[in-house]
Antibody, heavy 120, light 107 residues
Framework: QVQLQQWGAGLLKPSETLSLTCAVYGETFSGYSWSWIRQPPGKGLEWIGEINYSGATNYNPSLKSRVTISADTSKNQFSLNLRSVTAADTAVYYC??????????????WGQGTLVTVSS | DIQMTQSPSAMSASVGDRLTITCRASQGISDYLAWFQQKPGQVPQRLIYSATTLQSGVPSRFSGSGYGTEFTLTISSLQPEDFATYYCLQHDSYPFTFGPGTKVNVK
């Protein structure tokens, strides 16, 4: 059974860096991409970016200048760094599995979500 | 970016109703389309992938159809646990984009 467990700081000040990590249990990194998705309070879902098993990344252009997604395959973990946060980055952040290496089956497993609040 | 639109944005319905939600893509996305259900305070759950394939464990009253630019999610007989917000997702090209959501309320 695949499980994703995420953690990271929930309260940041403007200009700080958001850092979250997602650990993958019951599955290896190979064969899938691993994504970060966020949801501002009361709003819809936004894909942030992904990393695949070979370390290649793809980012949403709206955030690309501030985002880095990395992975530690030895620990089966991947991480999100978002620099220079503002109040507009306040959201629940999710990690999720997929798509697979064929481009199918997106986001079948999700982390529990982390509410990150940016406030001075 | 591929823009995803959903209609309606909200709807009121009763238990037993048949519901159809439409999702349109601004350009063709083949069948790289998934549907998610989200209840307040919960993690989104995938219902449908590859436009028409039912996720394992999801009740058969949910079905998906469509290809290219127009897709539908149908709930054949609405149950109390189905009152939620539904999102479509395109993963044909980067950046992946979600529709704005359709909220299904109790009539």
């Amino acid at each position: 059974q695949v499980q994703l467990q995420q953690w990271g700081a929930g309260l940041l000040k403007p200009s700080e860096t958001l850092s979250l990590t997602c650990a993958v249990y019951g599955e290896t990194f190979s064969g899938y991409s691993w994504s970060w998705i966020r949801q501002p309070p009361g709003k819809g879902l936004e894909w942030i970016g992904e990393i695949n098993y070979s370390g290649a990344t793809n980012y949403n252009p709206s955030l690309k200048s501030r985002v880095t997604i990395s992975a530690d395959t030895s620990k089966n973990q991947f991480s999100l760094n978002l620099r220079s946060v503002t109040a507009a980055d306040t959201a629940v952040y999710y990690c999720a599995r997929g798509p697979n290496s064929y481009g199918y089956s997106p986001f079948d497993y999700w982390g529990q979500g982390t509410l990150v609040t940016v406030s001075s | 970016d591929i823009q995803m639109t959903q209609s309606p944005s909200a709807m009121s319905a009763s238990v037993g109703d048949r519901l159809t939600i439409t999702c349109r893509a601004s350009q063709g996305i083949s069948d790289y389309l998934a549907w998610f259900q989200q209840k307040p305070g919960q993690v989104p759950q995938r219902l449908i992938y590859s436009a028409t394939t039912l996720q394992s464990g999801v009740p058969s009253r949910f079905s998906g159809s469509g290809y290219g630019t127009e897709f539908t999610l149908t709930i054949s007989s609405l149950q109390p646990e189905d009152f939620a917000t539904y999102y479509c997702l395109q993963h044909d090209s980067y950046p992946f984009t979600f529709g704005p959501g359709t909220k299904v309320n109790v009539k």
